[in-house]
């Protein structure tokens, strides 16, 4: 692989770089970037040079998704993410050498931000902060022993990657250079440690890529899962409880796209409704994918009319079977081949076994449950993390506890539903519920969310068409 810092010394009418300081030279980007060389470098910014002080982010990424042709197509996607979700912040450049991204930021006051906007990258396996060093043995060294000292380890390596091959000595020279420097000074402090190649508890990481020489030991997990927008559209059903936030934070980590669904009572008094709530863990959520729909449908009525026509027992399953099938309306117009809900396998009674089954044979796309084998503790750990726990746990008014039967049925079947149903306009119902229905849309950009007014969905003449 190329750099365009190292192939700037050939382009003519470049200023020709001497080979030993060449990768470091305090080159204006602009002259860098002017030349159209490589796809591997990509300004964020204006101009700006190249600042030995400045740190650098290593952000790597899993290889298991990378085998086979879809290489091209995942990396380009993580780029983008990485691209997108930095706007607004001071950086350099983005290199690709291989097999990480390496971020070169414009200010040392970035970090924090920086790293903030990564952690919310699917797709990112781990990060580092490096420390950005001159290109000789000596500093290496130093800065490698500033990284390594603070650490308590009994086994440690260094790996160095090359891939700048100017720099004048070999990946097995530098890091057993390091390696003696760092045992000598460790064993110099009385420290009972040893290098340990198989296995290490810490791993010293040398970079040797054009620009200085970076250098860090310690690696910070990143969400993990597959590059944003990868894996296909979904729908999902958000409530404002805590668990459907939790699902789609699952599904955006494979890298699915989603659109949210949220059904809300209208019998809410002012300041009740759980609308609110829905937009604000729709913005939570949105950075993981860069835009998102919300569609908001008035369901109290449609709960009315299920009270009116079906037995009691069964309710909170209607009201269910009626929501996929609104949800799948919106899914189709948004091309979205599934539907995903927060579900958990016997957490209340409509998430039976015998009840989610009767539930879906109304669903005609998947519907996909990514927490049905999680408990609620471990659900509520991972809205703690991502930051929709303290938005669901704000009182709203929940429209599906209305008119809650005394009895609910546990072990329904499908056939039970569709008989229950026998006195419902089921399309009718699916239109009203899709042209009352407004849209809010979320757009992530310069590390902040920004929503449009609601608005209706289509004009009243053309719902139905477009959507029963
Ligand atoms: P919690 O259980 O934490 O209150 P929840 O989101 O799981 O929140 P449940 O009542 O368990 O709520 O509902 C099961 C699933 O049904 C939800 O995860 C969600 O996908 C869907 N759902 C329920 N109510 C609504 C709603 N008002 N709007 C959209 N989807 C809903
Ligand atoms: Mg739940």
Redesign the pocket.
């Known amino acids: 692989m190329s750099y365009r810092i190292f192939r700037v010394s050939c382009v003519p009418g470049v200023r020709a770089l001497d080979k030993a300081e060449s990768a470091y030279s305090p080159l204006p980007a602009a002259d860098i970037l002017s030349t159209g060389y490589g796809r591997d470098v990509t300004p964020l910014c204006e101009s700006q040079e190249i600042n030995m002080s400045n740190p650098v982010l290593v952000v790597h990424y899993h290889e298991l998704w990378l085998k086979g042709g879809n290489r091209r197509f995942f990396l380009g996607k993580l780029f983008t993410a990485l691209r997108q979700s930095l706007q607004g912040i001071p950086v350099e450049r983005i290199e690709q050498p291989g097999d990480r991204f390496i971020v070169r930021l414009g200010d040392r006051a970035a970090v924090e931000e920086a790293i903030k906007r990564l952690e919310r990258i699917p797709g990112v396996a781990y990060y580092a902060v490096a420390r950005p060093v001159e290109r000789n043995m000596e500093a290496l060294c130093a800065a490698a022993w500033a990284e390594i000292e603070p650490l308590r380890f009994q086994g440690f390596a260094v790996r160095a990657k090359r891939s700048d091959k100017t720099f004048p000595h070999s990946t097995m020279e530098i890091e057993s250079t390091v390696g003696r420097t760092l045992l000598e000074n460790l064993r110099a402090r009385g420290r009972e440690v040893r290098v340990r190649l198989k296995d290490p508890e810490v791993t010293c990481h040398v970079e040797i890529t054009p620009g200085p020489l970076l250098v860090y030991a310690q690696k910070i997990p990143g969400m993990g899962g597959l590059p944003p927008n990868t894996a296909g559209r979904m729908t999902c ?8 936030a939790v ?1 789609a934070y699952h599904m955006m980590k494979r890298g699915a796209h989603l659109s949210f ?4 009572g209208t019998g809410a008094q002012p300041g009740e409704s ?1 609308l609110h709530i829905a937009s604000g863990l729709a913005r939570t959520l949105v950075p993981y994918q860069f835009r998102a729909k919300l569609y908001r449908v008035p ?1 109290e009525a449609i709960q009315r009319e299920i009270v009116r026509a079906a037995p009691e027992g069964v309710r909170i399953l209607l009201y ?1 079977r009626m ?1 996929l099938r609104i949800a799948e309306a919106f899914a189709r117009r948004d091309r979205a081949l599934a539907l995903v ?3 958990s396998l016997g ?2 009674a409509s ?1 039976t076994l015998r009840n989610l089954v009767a539930v879906d044979a109304a669903a005609r796309m998947p519907v996909f449950r990514p927490l049905i084998g999680t408990d609620k503790m471990e659900i509520l750990a991972t809205a703690k993390k991502i930051g929709t726990y303290e938005i ?1 746990s704000e009182p709203f008014h ?3 506890p209305v008119f809650m039967p005394r009895q609910p049925e546990l072990y329904a079947s499908p056939r039970e539903l569709d008989e229950a149903e026998a006195n419902l306009d089921i399309a009718s119902l699916v239109t009203q519920g899709a042209r009352g229905a407004t849209l809010e849309k979320f757009a992530f950009t310069g590390g902040r969310v920004e929503a449009t007014e609601p608005e209706s969905v289509l004009p009243a003449d053309q719902s139905h068409a477009a959507i029963a």
């Open positions: 059903l958000l409530s404002g409880g805590y668990d459907s699902a669904v949220h059904f809300y759980s369901f269910r929501m809900t927060g579900d957490q209340v998430q669901s929940d429209c599906c």
